[in-house]
Nanobody, 125 residues
Framework: QVQLVESGGGLVQAGDSLRLSCAASGRTSTLAIMGWFRQAPGREREFVAAVSWSGNTVYADSLKGRFTISIDNAKNTEYLQMNSLKLEDTAVYYC???????????????????WGQGTQVTVSS
């Protein structure tokens, strides 16, 4: 079993930066990829970014370089650095993880095996 715990969410002003963390515990040696999704009110959960244990990254095209995902293998923790935050970034942000697969997929909710409870990010004007 793997547990994921997000932290770092909060209320910020438009244009501010924020860094989210996701700590993984349990059988973390079985994990290959970690990622971030977000869900705004009235919308479906959408892909934000993913990172492999080797450091390879994938981002949603709509982010336009404002977000950066990274992983600290020694701490079993992934991060999401969010810069130039906009009102539309307001959402619950979820950490996700998946075990190794012969063909890697990262863009869909169903691609992941484990989920955190989510952390709220609210951006105000």
């Amino acid at each position: 079993q793997v547990q994921l715990v997000e932290s770092g969410g909060g209320l910020v002003q438009a244009g501010d930066s924020l860094r989210l963390s996701c700590a993984a515990s349990g059988r973390t040696s079985t994990l290959a990829i970690m990622g971030w999704f977000r869900q705004a009110p009235g919308r479906e959960r959408e892909f934000v970014a993913a990172v492999s244990w080797s450091g390879n990254t994938v981002y949603a095209d709509s982010l336009k370089g404002r977000f950066t995902i990274s992983i600290d293998n020694a701490k079993n923790t992934e991060y999401l650095q969010m810069n130039s935050l906009k009102l539309e970034d307001t959402a619950v942000y979820y950490c996700a993880a998946q075990g190794p697969k012969s063909y890697v997929r990262v863009h869909q909710v169903s691609d992941y095996d484990y989920w955190g409870q989510g952390t709220q990010v609210t951006v105000s004007s």
